[in-house]
Each structure stands twice: as C-alpha cells, then as structure tokens.
T-cell receptor, first 111, second 113 residues
Framework: SQQGEEDPQALSIQEGENATMNCSYKTSINNLQWYRQNSGRGLVHLILIRSNEREKHSGRLRVTLDTSKKSSSLLITASRAADTASYFCATDGGSNYKLTFGKGTLLTVNP | DAGVIQSPRHEVTEMGQEVTLRCKPISGHDYLFWYRQTMMRGLELLIYFNNNVPIDDSGMPEDRFSAKMPNASFSTLKIQPSEPRDSAVYFC???????????FGPGTRLLVL
C-alpha cells in the first residue's frame, strides 16, 4: 500500500509564483525524501529531511516535516516553466532500505 | 558515471510472450530496486537486492514475475507469460551502502497487447 499521499494531485501556477505540495504518511520514519519526475523520465532525488529535522532548504526548495502530524510539505519558490514535473514524496518506514512512494503531485508552471 | 542503464526503453509484445527487462546499476552501488509505475497504482516496489541477493520480493505480483541479479552490474526482470495488465513503466534504481537516496534509470515502457 502507498504510505505517502501527496496533495494536491495536480497544481497549475504561473511562472514566478510559489508552489506548495503536501505529503502525508502513516508510519514512523527515519527520513522523508522528495523526488521529481519529468514526463517520460525516471525519478530524480531533490531533497531529504530526517525525522529529527523540521525544515530544510536547498536552493529554491524548502521542505518541512511535522512528525507529530505525519506530514511534510515541499515549497518551490519563484517557479519556472522548467519546474513542470510530477513530484513525489517517499518514506522509508523506518527500514533505511525500502522507499514507499506516494502517487505524486503534477505541477504545471505556465510561462 | 552513466547512471542507471535500462534496456529496452520501449517494448511492445503480445499477450503470452516472455518479456525480459534489463538493468545495469551505478558502479559501486550494492542495492538494486525494481519498481512498476501505473496511473492506477502509482510507483510500486517489486523487489530489491543487496549484494546480488534478493532481500524482499513481497511486491512481486505473482509467479509470472521473476528477477535475478547474477552479478553486481546486471539484473533482469522477467515476465512469463505476459498479460495486458502488466502494461506499465518499469524502473530500476540503485543506491550505495551508507547513501539514502536512490538513483533511477530512465525506465522501460512495456505495452502488452
């Protein structure tokens, strides 16, 4: 079963706007990761946040984690058309080896 | 590094035929994962290997699916016989010990008619 569930399923914004995607999960984790998938391509790792961290930044990406609510959010600031892709959260369920992916948020950034 | 390599990139076959998907992980990575992606079910882990040994195959849908890793640089996922419901994109991913992120190949898009 899918442990991570992203919300919304689809998001359409204008270039320059910020995009926020949310992820909820069900069990304890060691870390949570976000991946991006461009159409017709494999997934690419974006950022990892550990269970003892609350916020992490990488360039235009900001990830938050609330383990009490079992939720995470990914914020992309100043979006660009090239950010158009599907974004997935993945949790390790405490295993350190297996990842369980949500169904993703399809982000469309209109020029 | 060339990244994770998968072949073929596209496969069209008829129901009942055998399908073999291939994967070459990143050199030095000792974990290899096979995933299946469909619109309905999203990205599902089928099986993963550590040091060429299958560790968890609980995601393999049924006996028609089998996976092998004869050496550190090669793995196959075989479907025999194939069925239309096997149509999906199959991804291979690898990671190294001590690393927490997985590196995905470009995927094989399988269509079973």
């Amino acid at each position: 079963s899918q442990q991570g569930e992203e919300d919304p399923q689809a998001l359409s914004i204008q270039e320059g706007e910020n995009a926020t995607m949310n992820c909820s999960y069900k069990t304890s984790i060691n870390n949570l990761q976000w991946y991006r998938q461009n159409s017709g391509r494999g997934l690419v790792h974006l950022i990892l946040i550990r269970s003892n961290e609350r916020e992490k930044h990488s360039g235009r990406l900001r990830v938050t984690l609330d383990t009490s609510k079992k939720s995470s959010s990914l914020l992309i600031t100043a979006s660009r058309a090239a950010d158009t892709a599907s974004y997935f959260c993945a949790t390790d369920g405490g295993s350190n080896y297996k990842l369980t992916f949500g169904k993703g948020t399809l982000l469309t950034v209109n020029p | 590094d060339a990244g994770v390599i998968q072949s073929p990139r596209h496969e069209v076959t008829e129901m009942g035929q055998e399908v073999t998907l291939r994967c070459k992980p990143i050199s030095g990575h000792d974990y290899l994962f096979w995933y299946r992606q469909t619109m309905m079910r999203g990205l599902e882990l089928l099986i993963y290997f550590n040091n060429n040994v299958p560790i968890d195959d609980s995601g393999m849908p049924e006996d028609r699916f089998s996976a092998k890793m004869p050496n550190a640089s090669f793995s196959t996922l075989k479907i025999q016989p194939s069925e239309p419901r096997d149509s999906a994109v199959y991804f291979c991913a690898s990671r190294g010990t001590g690393l927490e992120t997985q590196y995905f190949g470009p995927g094989t898009r399988l269509l079973v008619l």
